[in-house]
């Protein structure tokens, strides 16, 4: 179901399970339902009052770099 | 009858930090592999030394990682908080960084863990309502007059739903159905395999789906 709805099946197998959705009283309310919730999950979207928080993490580089004077450091996190 | 399955939504812009909130043009993957090679030359800048380099990256992804661990993390002070130390955590790790992956799932690997962690130690979800106080907006206007009210119901629902779950239930949500990161993606910010991903992932849709089951219309539930 999982893959049914990321679209991942490829063609005949994504038919398949669309045809016997539609016919499943348990299976096709069930896809139906998650597709519309993804929809809205998508539709989410970013905080309204949400101000740039850009100024923030400069400022906190800034005073970092001025009470340490470097740059990069080796620390490794990758 | 049962749609083909939606597109996924939107991925991330190519400067998330400049990004149209109501912009839902279809973004394609070119777009994202356009953003990471500018991202990889001022990665290079940046681990030469050049602040400047590293302030563009910050000014491309701050915004839309705050977006990301506000979902996660739930205060928009610990948001705050998080982005930042993220970024400064990736400054200073920056030689570390050897381009295996693409910076920005490193860098929101760092956020996300953080606000994974802080979460988890959080008050009970439900209980803390900054997602409320800040409103999120929409990328879409709605389906329209007709609808929008059981939209709107919909949607509230689907946020406290989101909101109520683990947050290592509501990390692969946020990340694949909110933000529209790719399954591989997301699964490499959470240090999962992609099986271990999608499961968690199917697990937290089905969550949702069972709590707003009676927002759904008719035919849907």
């Known amino acids: 179901m999982s893959d049914y709805l990321e679209g991942e099946l490829g063609g005949r197998r994504q038919r398949r399970i669309t045809r016997h959705a539609e016919a499943c009283p348990d299976c096709g309310p069930m896809l139906r339902g998650l597709m519309r919730i993804r929809i809205v999950l998508g539709s989410f979207g970013r905080p309204r009052t949400q101000a740039t928080v850009v100024p923030l993490v400069l400022e906190r580089i800034r005073e970092d770099e001025a009470s340490t004077s470097a740059g990069p450091t080796q620390d490794s996190r990758s | ?221």
């Open chain 2, 1 to 221: 009858m049962i749609p083909a399955p939606a597109d996924p939504p939107a991925p991330l812009a190519e400067t998330p930090g400049c990004e149209a909130p109501h912009d839902d043009r279809p973004r394609r993957p070119h777009a994202r592999a356009t953003m990471t090679l500018d991202d990889q030359h001022l990665v290079a800048q940046a681990q030469d030394g050049d602040r400047a380099a590293f302030e563009e990256l910050v000014r491309r992804h701050a915004d839309r990682l705050h977006a990301v661990v506000l979902r996660i993390a739930g205060s928009n002070h610990e948001a705050e908080e998080v982005t930042q130390e993220a970024f400064l955590r990736a400054w200073r790790g920056l030689h570390g960084f050897k381009g295996d992956a693409q910076f920005f799932t490193w860098l929101y690997r760092i956020g996300v863990n953080e606000a994974r962690r802080r979460a988890q130690r959080a008050p009970a979800p439900g209980v803390v309502t900054s997602l409320e106080e800040h409103p999120f907006e929409p990328r879409d206007p709605g389906p329209g007059p007709a609808g929008a009210a059981e939209h709107h119901d919909l949607r509230l629902a689907l946020e406290g739903a989101v909101r109520a779950l683990d947050p290592e239930y509501r990390t692969p949500l946020v990340l694949r159905d909110i933000e529209g990161l790719s399954t591989a993606d997301a699964a490499e910010i959470m240090g999962l395999n992609q099986a271990a991903f999608k499961s968690r992932l199917h697990r937290a849709r089905l969550a949702v789906r069972s709590a707003v089951d009676g927002y759904l219309p008719e035919d849907d539930t």
